[in-house]
């Protein structure tokens, strides 16, 4: 079946940088795209980003833009998201999902962010 | 950016009872070219990451039960429960997905009455 499995927890300093995995199995990876979200603690989701597997292309949320990078590894259908300068803003749980144009999002079990002095 | 606005924002239910939450989107997310509504619906559990439902308005997703229904038209949506069981009760998202960004309703929160 599908399954998005996601590193594991991260804390860190205000300034520093988060890269983020999300290793994709029971499809082929380079059929969809994928999306990453985030959810900050009490809040509802909210979409940063995607890229399609296939052909590289990306879009980001105005927000994130030049603070953040979504890149695919397609020899062992990885996807990863890095966050640059953050702030306590950015503390909460980071989501990738598949994204099928066609059938919505399959979420990943997600990975907690600390970001804290 | 496309607004998505849910409502209610918290819905007390009896089991077995009905349950009814609406999603309404600032722009019609009827795709001209393809037909289709590109309007999903979520389902949340506290500590879990969120499911899809519903997907492309009224599809629903592998193994949801068939309890669960979408409609709508480009602009205004329905999830509905024809009888809600103890493992409904959580937080409902609407997202829209026609255009980027990806944006979400507030949710709603379906309780136990």
């Known amino acids: 079946q599908v399954q998005l499995v996601q590193s594991g927890a991260e804390v860190k300093k205000p300034g520093a940088s988060v890269r983020l995995s999300c290793k994709a199995s029971?499809?082929?990876?380079?059929?969809?795209?994928v999306s990453w979200l985030r959810q900050a603690p009490g809040q509802g989701p909210e979409w940063m980003g995607w890229?399609?597997?296939?052909?590289?292309?990306?879009q980001y949320a105005q927000k994130f833009l030049g603070r953040m990078t979504v890149t695919t590894d397609i020899s062992t259908s990885t996807a990863y998201m890095e966050l640059r300068s953050l702030t306590s803003d950015d503390t909460g749980t980071y989501f990738c999902?598949?994204?099928?144009?066609?059938?919505?999002?399959?979420w990943g079990q997600g990975t907690p962010v600390i970001v804290s002095s | 950016d496309i607004v998505m606005t849910q409502t209610p924002l918290s819905l007390p239910v009896t089991p077995g009872e009905p349950a009814s939450i609406s999603c309404r989107s600032s722009?019609?997310?009827?795709?001209?070219?393809?037909?289709?509504?590109?309007l999903d619906w979520y389902f949340q559990k506290p500590g879990q990451s969120p499911q899809l439902l519903i997907y492309?308005?009224?599809y629903r997703a592998s193994g949801v039960p068939d309890r669960f229904s979408g409609s709508g038209t480009g602009t205004a949506f329905t999830l509905n429960i024809s009888r809600v069981e103890a493992e409904d009760f959580g937080l409902y998202y609407c997202?829209?997905?026609?255009?980027?960004?990806?944006?979400f309703g507030q949710g709603t929160k379906l309780e136990n009455k």
């Open positions: 890229i399609s597997a296939y052909s590289g292309d990306r």
């Open positions: 999902a598949r994204d099928s144009g066609a059938t919505g999002l399959t």
């Open positions: 997202m829209q997905r026609i255009d980027f960004p990806y944006t």
């Open positions: 029971g499809y082929i990876f380079i059929t969809y795209g």
């Open positions: 492309t308005l009224s």
């Open positions: 722009e019609s997310l009827l795709h001209t070219d393809d037909g289709d509504t590109y």
